[in-house]
């Protein structure tokens, strides 16, 4: 009797403890939703982009410049002067994990030789082949698992001279929680620690 007793306790704290989850980028558009891991392996760049979202930082912004078989690019956007004015600095986290393959997740940056990445921009690599040139230069910080298909409209629609949509593809970036099934009935491999 008191082995059953202690089995049914467990199993009764067992059923209360609630399923781990993680946080997971989404960004919302009027062309679908995009869904972004965030690399536990580049904490910095991951808890200011959690930060920036809760805050509602890039809900006044577009993707402003998108390129096919290249990016598209959201957030704050590019100017003659850089970044140097904006307090979403961060220093570089460059990971062997992290690399510009399709549907990777940076932040962009001006030319400033310390590769100092402007949290305020983000980008996701929408060449198929990836972007190897750009590895070790730009950080990546995560990986699109849902909304490529998104991400491939988005790089065709009219642009003006400089790569901007024509027509605005406004923002809602936001952090929702995931629990592993859910992420992984996205077709999302979760990735094991220390690999």
């Not at 997740?105 to 305020?120: H, L, M, Q, Y």
């Not at 060449?127 to 490529?148: A, H, S």
């Not at 406004?170 to 099934?181: F, G, P």
Request: with cysteine.
């Amino acid at each position: 009797m008191k082995n059953l007793f202690c089995f049914l306790l467990i199993a009764i704290v067992m059923s209360c403890t609630p399923e781990t989850t993680y946080p997971v980028g989404q960004i919302k558009t009027d062309k679908g939703d995009i869904l972004i891991w965030l690399y536990d392996e580049t904490p910095n760049h991951k808890e200011a982009f959690i930060e920036l979202a809760e805050e509602g930082y890039w809900n006044d912004y577009t993707f402003n410049r998108v390129i096919e078989n290249f990016v598209a690019q959201g957030g704050c956007p590019d100017t003659p002067e850089g970044f140097a004015y904006s307090t979403h600095l961060l220093e570089p986290e460059f990971d062997p994990i992290a690399k510009h393959v399709y549907g990777a997740f940076g932040a962009g940056r001006d030319g400033n030789p310390g590769k100092i990445s402007a949290t305020c921009q983000f980008y996701i690599v929408q060449n198929e082949k990836g972007l190897p040139r750009l590895d070790g230069d730009y950080t990546i910080y995560g990986q699109v698992f849902k909304g490529m298909d998104v991400v491939d409209q988005i790089v065709k629609v009219e642009k003006d001279s400089t790569n901007a949509p024509l027509v605005p593809i406004k923002l809602d970036v936001s952090v929702v929680q995931m629990t592993a099934a859910q992420i992984e009935a996205e077709g999302y491999t979760m990735p094991v620690k220390g690999k």
